[in-house]
């Protein structure tokens, strides 16, 4: 399948209605019936802005965090239509991909 690989960068402390921006973003997957998201928890990272981020040893607030979803071109629409209806704001990078599955079918493991 043809699609968009979405990637959105934030940090452990940004919150949205309650919530961690990244299991926030998770919710709204499930919410919208997209399958599959995966968070990536990173050591360093240095924001849109330049400004350093990391997780450490005293403050772990400021870890960088990946969530990143391969949707087709109509699930990425209505996420951006839904993102862009709500009070938050997210840097991404929107990416066209080819995505699938691969190997045996059933899913048996040799």
Partial sequence: MNGFLVTFYTELNQRYKG?????WLLSLSKEMHFNGATVVHGSEGIDHTGKLHSANFFDLVDEPITVQFALSESETTQLFNRLNSEDVSIFYVKTPVEYGTVGNKEGKSF
């Fill in 19 to 23: 919530k961690q921006i990244h299991d």
